[in-house]
């Protein structure tokens, strides 16, 4: 059963780099940098996303750096082995992308000079089923529970299954187990910590401010 992918982005593009996968894939890597609004006020973004293919090569021509864009797009995650231990990347590709016209807002200059936009959105939905019985923890005087979602893609020979981290203070949450199917709304964010041998961890995940369970065939929903 193909899931839910969809991220609706609007900021500044910056740091464009178009490059060449083999002889004949053109890939454009950028940032997205905005402040988007959410109940605590404005959350600034710096989001690393991608254009892939004939669509990369034509774009890149239009995105100079620093525009302003609104563009809807998915996750892709990307799995392989290091040191005997699985690892996995989670990319944002972006599938539309729109320039925006007229004036807009921006903030004032960051560390690197770059003005974000100002009235910038940042909204993703996934669903999927959960790999794993969520983990609860204390963050700063507050619960966050964590857990990976697997996100199934297109149909018979060409299925692919993505693999999202999720981090929320819904406390749905916390009463999910492996194995449930669920829907998970909130935003990208980029995250970065240090692990047990000292390596610098970076990672795309989401943020989820509502977690809604779904039922699946033969199984009844969960309670909310």
Same mark, same amino acid.
């Given at each position: 059963?193909?899931?839910? $992918?969809?991220?609706?982005?609007?900021?500044?593009?910056?740091?464009?780099?178009? %490059?060449?996968?083999?002889?004949?894939?053109?890939?454009?890597?950028?940032?997205?940098? =905005?402040?988007?609004?959410?109940?605590? =006020?404005?959350?600034?973004?710096?989001?690393?996303?991608?254009?892939? =293919?004939?669509?990369?090569?034509?774009?890149?021509?239009?995105? *100079? +750096?620093?525009?302003?864009?609104?563009? /809807?797009?998915?996750? @892709?995650?990307?799995?392989?082995?290091?040191?005997?231990?699985?690892?996995?990347?989670?990319? !944002?590709?972006?599938?539309?992308?729109?320039?925006?016209?007229? @004036?807009?807002?921006?903030?004032?200059?960051?560390?690197?000079?770059?003005?974000? /936009?100002?009235? +910038? #959105? $940042?909204?993703?939905?996934?669903?999927? $089923?959960? %790999?794993?019985?969520?983990?609860?923890?204390?963050?700063?005087? #507050?619960?966050?529970?964590?857990?990976?979602?697997?996100?199934? *893609?297109?149909? +018979?020979?060409? @299925?692919?299954?993505?693999?999202?981290? !999720?981090?929320? #203070?819904?406390?749905?949450?916390?009463?999910? *187990?492996?194995?449930?199917?669920?829907?998970?709304? +909130?935003?990208?964010? &980029?995250?970065?910590?240090?692990?047990?041998?000292?390596?610098?961890?970076? !990672?795309? &995940? !989401?943020?989820?401010?509502?977690?809604?369970?779904?039922?699946?065939?033969?199984?009844?929903?969960?309670?909310?």
């Amino acid at each position: 059963m193909r899931e839910i $992918n969809t991220l609706t982005l609007k900021g500044t593009l910056t740091d464009l780099e178009l %490059t060449q996968v083999g002889e004949e894939f053109p890939l454009l890597r950028a940032t997205l940098a =905005g402040d988007a609004p959410d109940e605590k =006020g404005k959350h600034p973004f710096y989001l690393p996303v991608q254009l892939r =293919g004939a669509y990369a090569a034509a774009m890149h021509n239009l995105l *100079a +750096g620093g525009a302003h864009v609104h563009a /809807l797009g998915h996750l @892709e995650s990307h799995t392989w082995s290091k040191d005997g231990q699985p690892r996995t990347s989670t990319t !944002i590709v972006l599938d539309t992308v729109k320039l925006l016209s007229g @004036e807009h807002p921006t903030t004032a200059p960051d560390s690197r000079g770059l003005e974000r /936009l100002a009235n +910038g #959105q $940042n909204h993703a939905q996934l669903s999927g $089923n959960l %790999t794993r019985d969520p983990v609860t923890h204390a963050y700063r005087g #507050q619960e966050h529970t964590r857990f990976t979602l697997a996100v199934k *893609a297109g149909y +018979g020979e060409r @299925e692919r299954t993505h693999f999202v981290e !999720i981090t929320t #203070q819904d406390p749905t949450a916390k009463r999910l *187990a492996k194995g449930d199917s669920v829907l998970a709304t +909130g935003a990208a964010e &980029r995250a970065s910590w240090q692990d047990k041998d000292g390596n610098k961890v970076r !990672i795309t &995940r !989401i943020d989820a401010a509502t977690i809604t369970p779904l039922a699946r065939p033969g199984r009844p929903r969960q309670a909310a």
